[in-house]
Nanobody, 123 residues
């Protein structure tokens, strides 16, 4: 699976952005997917994950209630709708794919990564 993330940009605090992750490859529909982010000077952290069918989703506590992960297997796309953005959400956001069907919060469970898209939230 090859992944390409897009949709990042500059937004004011309280605003919204929607990130997209386009996948190529025949195994997309059978892969759990996730979003991770890395802020300057910090380690990469889990944001959200979704199982292969889209029926189960998982979120980091820091984004729960503000972000929504979804996927469209027919279009081989995954999304991250980000609302009520905060300056602390500023980071490079990466999409990733697992070999497993069930989503995980552990980056080591993911074996395909996109190139990242920068999200900057101004105060």
């Amino acid at each position: 699976v090859q992944l390409q993330a897009s949709g990042g940009g500059l937004v004011q605090a309280g605003g919204s952005l929607r990130l997209s992750c386009a996948a190529s490859g025949r195994t997309f529909s059978y892969s759990a997917m996730g979003w991770f982010r890395q802020a300057p000077g910090k380690e990469r952290e889990f944001v959200a994950a979704i199982d292969w069918s889209g029926g189960s989703t998982y979120y980091a506590d820091s984004v729960k209630g503000r972000f929504t992960i979804s996927r469209d297997n027919a279009k081989k796309l995954m999304y991250l709708q980000m609302n009520s953005l905060k300056p602390e959400d500023t980071a490079v956001y990466y999409c990733a794919a697992e070999r497993a069907l069930i989503g995980s919060s552990r980056s080591e469970d993911y074996d395909h990564w996109g190139q990242g898209t920068l999200v900057t939230v101004s105060s």
